[in-house]
């Protein structure tokens, strides 16, 4: 399973990173996705990345701001978000697939955390 953490309050400016650990199944071949889902919207894409962590994708609202990585041998995916916005409050969600594209719905979905700006 896939859970996401570090979640929290930050001042709009400030900077957060949130982590997805997965266990039970390693994830090292998949893409690594972040999603999110802010109050009275959809779910949107965030950001992605490759097996081996060089390719990437974001969504154009967040390009320049955050940046996604990952480290196979913790298994684990990283989101480090810096400038951050009041309309970036969301619950945040990783998931998994084989392949990787801004337009891939993954099979593979994780539990969220809460990432809160305040203004």
């Known amino acids: 399973q896939l859970q996401a953490s570090g979640g929290g309050l930050v001042q709009a400016g400030g900077s957060l990173r949130i982590s997805c650990a997965a266990s039970g199944r390693t994830f090292t071949r998949d893409a690594m996705y972040w999603f999110r889902q802010g109050p009275g919207k959809e779910r949107e894409f965030v950001a992605a990345?490759?097996?081996?962590?060089?390719?990437?994708r974001y969504a154009d609202s967040v390009k320049g701001r955050f940046s996604i990585s990952r480290d196979n041998a913790k298994n684990t995916v990283y989101l480090q978000m810096n400038s951050l916005k009041p309309e970036d409050t969301a619950v945040y969600y990783c998931?998994?697939?084989?392949?990787?594209?801004?337009?891939?719905?993954?099979?593979?979905w994780g539990r969220g955390t809460q990432v809160t700006v305040s203004s």
């Open positions: 998931a998994a697939d084989a392949n990787l594209g801004t337009g891939v719905v993954p099979g593979f």
């Open positions: 990345v490759g097996w081996r962590g060089i390719l990437t």
